[in-house]
């Protein structure tokens, strides 16, 4: 293994090289430390050596800790994990830690080598916090470089001493966007927070680097808590001034996580206490929060599904093997409305030529006025330059002619959800474009193997739902009808790979995936109001387990009268197995009453002129009075997730999804399942199958068949099987 080499120059300077091979970003495993320790070990007891310089072989300097090795830290920590896991992170500190006093003597801090960091690039988590340790950071000044520890995205910390170093080096105001946030700087913007030291032109960074090492002074070397009479900036918790800054900021992070995110409060515990207590007691500290995050199932599942999972499936985990490269060169869009527009937009913003097609020439205009609005947008915030913002444009032809189609490789249809104007509008195409042409219709309820029957070729005819506003949404749905062709759906995911969204591909059937577990949370919630549950218990009760929205003002952002619309078809499709008719009742009440919702300014929230929230309804609490017994906040907000879950669980049994990834990861992504959970799948693993089917049962004989245990979790429960130790993290049916 050689992720570390090491050269000791002539000039004095060792130079140790991180360069992980195989790997366009160094990242560390747990077998790296010990050969960093041993480098450092040989430079500092080398008499010839005066100093040493960090950096890497490659553009970036170090995308952080492998995840993978993070998700299998805590099995891989023994008999006893939390004692593997502490004893594991302390020898990591002490490794920073004798980089960091770097030989000196213990009481007069004099005698130790210099140490610097030079970082040619993006700098992350543990790629950080190395630096951290280091005298001095020198970076590139390469304005793409990103330099920071986003460690609290992924469900955990900086645990390698990066969170106390920063808070001791910044103050804990200064560092908390830093942590709490995770944010990002460019090299410029990393030195002027006061994370890096200098910034320099990438072609003198060694030479920079090398000069400081050589004319450092002991004083230079001597971080400012070994010095005496350190004190924090801004303030410890008990001076006047970090007092208030430890009281806002316990505020801030409990109104965001709603103190279901173990990470963040954890942090904020590490640096408190931390900030109380000499520097070495405060890593210890540091290091017994980190390994209580690390043991708490949310970081390992957040981990598995906002990363590695997500990952896997933007790379093409469920990708059609046999089928060549499908790179969309031209795309044709049918509909210039905001759906339209928006995938417009993502397809030019990505080098894709687009036809933007409306009945209307003056629609088809408006749909590529919206690319030019967001690319004018980009501009004036210096996020692209004038001339790439002209050439995404310039990318969008707006027409009302189905001939400029002719030479498209896919067509996405973005019309009405009305079956007939999309079948008028598949045979139109048809008639213009190739055998070869992909046909993808953006539908979020209607069959697919219906719609495909219009097709002049059905195994080329496929869906992908398009979540709104397409520009900021994260998740595309795909969706293979019965005669859906293996490169159809390559087109569609080699699609989706170009516009940099996250695919998960699912089999036909009503409301597909996302809206088949989406609708019944929303269900659920207007049930409670009818039930007499205050609204006010219903959407706290939701936020606070996780949802970023509670469920009646989801539907007042989606409307109400589209959920009447999706009401009256299903009910139609399902005749009398439909099991909704007291939530119809409600719906259909509101939709009489014009409360349609934000675009009404009157729903189940009443609005301001400008269309913001200003309270709960009165009217609403006046139709449907509250009961004076009310539930207890876990039975509300198990209604809420069970019947999501339940949904995720029958899909996969009945083959909709046939991998337990895309149901953890599109549901996070596609309506913002409980990310802390890492997804439904998840979440009953967490729970446990035996606890979840009896539980199940439980909620079954209170409310209702829509929370009978599905037979899949019933047989799991009797094995004491999970999801994800049953089926793994491999495209697997439920068989």
Not at 666 to 687: E, K, N, Q, R, T
Request: hydrophobic residues 45%; contains cysteine.
């Amino acid at each position: 293994m050689n992720d570390f080499t090491m050269v000791k120059g002539d000039d004095g300077v060792a130079v140790i090289t991180w360069d992980v091979q195989g790997k366009s970003m160094n990242v560390m495993s747990m077998e790296a430390w010990p050969l960093l320790d041993a480098l450092f070990d040989d430079a500092l007891s080398d008499d010839s050596v005066k100093g040493i310089v960090l950096t890497s072989g490659k553009d970036s300097f170090a995308g952080g800790m492998d995840l993978n090795v993070i998700a299998k830290m805590k099995e891989s920590a023994g008999d006893d994990p939390a004692r593997g896991l502490f004893d594991g992170t302390m020898n990591a500190h002490g490794i920073l830690r004798k980089i960091e006093r770097a030989g000196m003597d213990p009481k007069t801090n004099k005698g130790g080598k210099p140490i610097a960091a030079a970082l040619p690039g993006t700098a992350l988590g543990i790629g950080l916090e190395i630096p951290l340790a280091c005298h001095r950071i020198f970076a590139a000044d390469n304005p793409k470089a990103k330099i920071g520890l986003p460690e609290i995205m992924v469900g955990i910390f900086p645990g390698m001493g990066g969170t106390t170093r920063l808070v001791r080096k910044m103050g804990a105001m200064a560092a908390s966007p830093l942590l709490l946030e995770g944010k990002l700087n460019d090299p410029k913007g990393a030195m002027r927070a006061g994370v890096v030291d200098e910034v320099v032109a990438p072609e003198d960074l060694l030479a920079k680097a090398k000069e400081w090492v050589l004319n450092a002074k002991d004083a230079d070397i001597v971080k400012p808590w070994d010095q005496k009479g350190y004190k924090m900036p801004g303030g410890a918790p008990y001076h006047p001034a970090g007092f208030m800054t430890f009281v806002g900021a316990s505020a801030m992070v409990n109104g965001k996580t709603k103190g279901v995110y173990p990470a963040a409060k954890a942090l904020l515990s590490a640096v408190y206490e931390g900030a109380m207590v000499p520097f070495d007691t405060a890593l210890k500290i540091e290091a017994r929060w980190f390994v209580n995050v690390l043991m708490n199932p949310s970081s390992g599942a957040m981990i598995r599904s906002l990363f590695i999972n997500k990952e896997a499936l933007e790379k093409g985990a469920v990708r059609p093997k046999d089928v060549p490269d499908q790179k969309v060169s031209k795309v044709g869009i049918l509909g210039a409305g905001m759906m339209g527009a928006g995938i417009a937009l993502v397809s030019a913003q990505a080098g894709i030529e687009v036809v933007l097609l409306d009945r209307e020439q003056a629609a088809a205009d408006k749909g590529k006025a919206y690319t030019e609005s967001y690319a004018a947008k980009g501009v004036q915030r210096k996020k692209v330059t004038e001339d790439k913002a002209k050439a995404m444009v310039d990318r969008i032809t707006a027409t009302t002619d189905y001939n400029a189609l002719a030479d498209c490789d896919l067509i996405i249809e973005a019309v009405f959800e009305d079956p007939r104007i999309k079948a008028e509008v598949t045979k139109a195409v048809d008639a213009v474009t190739g055998d070869d042409c992909i046909f993808a219709t953006n539908t979020s309820t209607l069959p697919i193997s219906d719609l495909a029957k219009a097709s002049k070729n059905a195994e080329n005819f496929i869906g992908i739902h398009f979540f709104s506003p397409v520009e900021k949404m994260l998740l595309v749905e795909i969706i293979k009808g019965k005669q859906t062709g293996a490169r159809a759906v390559a087109k569609a995911l080699d699609f989706v790979r170009q516009i940099r969204k996250t695919p998960i591909v699912v089999n036909d059937a009503r409301f597909f995936y996302a809206n088949r577990c989406i609708i019944p949370y929303i269900n659920e919630g207007i049930r409670m109001v009818k039930e007499g549950i205050a609204p006010a218990l219903i959407e706290n009760a939701a936020k606070m387990v996780g949802m970023p929205l509670g469920p009646l003002q989801l539907v007042d952002e989606t409307s109400i009268d589209l959920g009447a619309k999706i009401a009256r078809a299903t009910r139609a499709g399902m005749g009398d197995a439909y099991p909704d008719g007291e939530v119809d009742e409600v719906i259909f009440w509101m939709e009489e009453q014009g409360r349609l919702g934000r675009k009404a300014k009157a729903g189940f929230y009443d609005y301001d002129d400008a269309g913001k929230r200003t309270g709960l309804s009165e009217v609403v609490k006046a139709q449907y009075p509250q009961a004076e017994d009310q539930p207890d906040l876990i039975e509300v907000q198990h209604r809420l997730l069970f019947v999501q879950s339940l949904e995720a669980v029958r899909a996969l049994e009945e083959g909709v999804l046939e991998d337990i990834r895309e149901g953890d990861v599109g549901a996070i992504l596609g309506w913002g399942f409980a990310p802390w959970s890492g997804g439904p799948l998840s979440w009953l693993d967490m729970i446990g199958s035996p606890y979840a089917a009896e539980r199940c049962d439980q909620l079954e004989a209170a409310h209702g068949p829509r929370f009978h245990c599905p037979e899949l979790l019933r047989e799991m429960a009797n094995k004491d099987q999970s999801f994800y130790g049953r089926f793994g993290g491999t495209a697997t049916k439920a068989a």
